[in-house]
């Protein structure tokens, strides 16, 4: 089963999850192609502070969107926010390697 990490620092220069309604939440803008995205529907997802702890919010996505993001230089660059609904899972890890600059992970 695919499994999706995102690695999403405290402060407010980094996407934050909220939620949006009772029992739906959003994951914030973050580099993934739409392909990608649409193949994580009904897989996990997974917020981590740092690559060796375990996941703070976990859920299953149900869904996401394209939003046009403005970088600090002014460019416009396509992002991906998750809807998600929240799971509650314990401990869980990945290995610290695999991370793409841009704080993803994916499991196939």
Same mark, same amino acid.
């Given at each position: 089963?695919? @499994?999706?990490?995102?690695?999403?620092?405290? !402060?407010?220069?980094?996407?934050?999850? *909220?939620?949006?309604?009772? %029992?739906?939440? +959003? $994951? %914030?803008?973050?580099? &993934? $192609?739409?392909? *990608?995205?649409? =193949?994580?529907? !009904?897989?996990? #997802?997974?917020?981590?502070? *740092? @690559? &060796?702890?375990?996941?703070?919010? =976990? !859920?299953?996505?149900? !869904?996401? *969107?394209?939003?046009?993001?403005?970088? $600090? @230089?002014?460019? #416009?660059?396509?992002?991906?926010?998750?809807?998600? $609904?929240?799971?509650? +899972?314990?401990?869980?890890?990945?290995?610290?390697?695999?991370?793409?600059?841009?704080? &993803? @992970?994916? #499991?196939?």
């Amino acid at each position: 089963m695919p @499994k999706l990490y995102l690695l999403n620092q405290d !402060g407010p220069e980094f996407p934050q999850p *909220r939620e949006t309604s009772p %029992g739906v939440m +959003e $994951s %914030g803008w973050w580099r &993934v $192609s739409e392909a *990608r995205a649409d =193949s994580m529907i !009904g897989h996990p #997802i997974h917020f981590h502070r *740092r @690559k &060796v702890e375990a996941a703070y919010l =976990s !859920g299953i996505v149900t !869904g996401f *969107r394209r939003e046009d993001y403005t970088t $600090s @230089k002014g460019n #416009i660059s396509p992002r991906i926010v998750f809807l998600f $609904s929240p799971e509650p +899972e314990d401990n869980i890890l990945t290995d610290p390697s695999g991370w793409t600059p841009a704080g &993803v @992970k994916f #499991i196939p």
